[in-house]
T-cell receptor, first 111, second 110 residues
């Protein structure tokens, strides 16, 4: 069974803070993704990575950066959190182009 | 126009009912299609892939209509446990670029 864990389920931060969200997977999957999910908008891809130290921008990368130093770990960084980054953040992994497996999500509130 | 569009619902149906959801996609080059299920405050999980010939998994049937660019999900004999949001997902170029619909919420009532 694939296990994808995220560092926090709930997070409250202040505007301007630097925020780190971590995702860890235990299945040796090549691909890892960060999405945000907002009501009425569905999941939108922020960044993805297909290998260690490799990253590709998704649809909404502005205000975010990522880091993948090890295969099992993919971090999302909000350089300077803003209120419009309040959202549910979901990490996912996949092997090839098959099923994506999601972590439990992090609900981030930026005040 | 959104790349993947779904009726947001909510669909409220009694136990035992048959319910169908449609999803339309805008890019005719789309290659693969999926339905995911997301329970309240949980992560999405794959329900089923959608094949050109249509496919069935127990009470669930998925169909693809490439000419009209839509996919459908039919749930027969609805159970209370089917209550969830159903996400339509389209992979345009058979790569990692999955496009998610906003989801259709289903509530099955006793």
């Amino acid at each position: 069974d694939v296990k994808v864990t995220q560092s926090s389920r709930y997070l409250v931060k202040r505007t301007g803070e630097k925020v780190f969200l971590e995702c860890v997977q235990d299945m040796d999957h090549e691909n890892m993704f960060w999405y945000r999910q907002d009501p009425g908008l569905g999941l939108r891809l922020i960044y993805f990575s297909y290998d260690v130290k490799m990253k590709e921008k998704g649809d909404i990368p502005e205000g975010y950066s990522v880091s993948r130093e090890k295969k099992e770990r993919f971090s999302l960084i909000l350089e300077s959190a803003s209120t419009n980054q309040t959202s549910m953040y979901l990490c996912a992994t996949s092997q090839g182009i098959e099923t994506q497996y999601f972590g439990p999500g992090t609900r981030l509130l930026v005040l | 126009r959104k790349e993947v569009e779904q009726d947001p619902g909510p669909f409220n149906v009694p136990e035992g009912a048959t319910v169908a959801f449609n999803c339309t996609y805008s890019n005719s080059a789309s290659q693969s299609f999926f339905w995911y299920r997301q329970d309240c405050r949980k992560e999405p999980k794959l329900l089923m892939s959608v094949y050109s010939s249509g496919n069935e998994d127990g009470r669930f049937t998925a169909q693809l209509n490439r000419a009209s660019q839509y996919i459908s999900l039919l749930i027969r004999d609805s159970k209370l446990s089917d209550s969830a949001t159903y996400l339509c997902v389209v992979n345009v170029y058979n790569n990692n670029d999955m496009r998610f619909g906003a989801g259709t919420r289903l509530t099955v009532k006793p």
